[in-house]
């Protein structure tokens, strides 16, 4: 059984496109979020959220939004994008905010 | 900038042989956490430790602690070709949790 598992793996898409990764977990935890790594490996926060709190990275552009139809699930929503958007997006959760992460696989973005 | 600096950026060894890598940080932390991945796949936790820890082992695994001097190393014993991976530290300050830059380690067989 796959804890985190988001889908699609790969999505190259044009420039102004609106596209969403999906991310669901089964390990019953509270706390979801969204990393970027970019082409040096450097992972960024996008997005944390649990059932009573979302915590948004500042320096993440409005066109990137997270929904959560429930406890186990995290979406990401991208609209409009842009060539700087290409990376590889993971999803992780954990018990509590920032115990121990579980990560997903991975979806690489390939914006042209 | 970010929390988390790693050294080295890249460290190349032969099987069996010991791998060190080190993560500084800037500002106090509640805990200091180390994480693996392999090449195309997702991080992967390895160990945790706490502010008031000095030092954990796991495994093959050896993490120090030092909060006066903000860093932390992680010691890979007797390294095998299966452990060719970037490692990562990550520290929670209580109000973020910031991912180091990683080392890239190659064993070679």
């Known amino acids: 059984d796959t804890a985190v598992s988001q889908t699609p793996k790969y999505l190259v898409t044009q420039m102004g496109n609106d596209k969403s990764i999906k991310c669901e977990q089964n390990?019953?935890?509270?706390?979801m979020y969204w990393y970027k790594q970019d082409s040096k490996k450097f992972l960024k926060i996008m997005f944390s959220y649990n059932n009573k709190e979302l915590i948004i990275n500042e320096t993440v552009p409005n066109r990137f939004s997270p929904k959560s139809p429930d406890k186990a699930h995290l979406n990401l929503h991208i609209n409009s994008l842009e060539l700087g958007d290409s990376a590889v997006y993971f999803c992780?959760?954990?018990?509590?905010?920032?115990?121990?992460?579980?990560f997903g696989e991975g979806s690489r973005l390939t914006v042209l | 900038s970010q929390q988390g600096e790693e050294d080295p950026q890249a460290l190349s060894i032969q099987e069996g042989e010991n791998a060190t890598m080190n993560c500084s940080y800037k500002?106090?932390?509640?805990?200091l956490q180390w994480y693996r991945q392999n090449s195309g796949r997702g991080l992967v936790h390895l160990i945790l430790?706490?502010?008031?820890?000095r030092e954990k082992h796991s495994g093959r695994l050896r993490v120090t602690l030092d909060t006066s001097k903000k860093s932390s190393s992680l010691l890979i014993t007797a390294s095998r070709a299966a452990d060719t991976a970037s490692y990562f530290c990550?520290?929670?300050?209580?109000?973020?949790?910031?991912f180091g830059t990683g080392t890239s380690l190659t064993v070679i067989p």
């Open positions: 990550a520290t929670d300050t209580g109000n973020q949790f910031y």
């Open positions: 430790i706490r502010s008031n820890e």
């Open positions: 992780a959760s954990s018990q509590d905010f920032w115990a121990e992460l579980f």
């Open positions: 390990l019953g935890h509270d706390t």
């Open positions: 500002t106090s932390i509640n805990n």
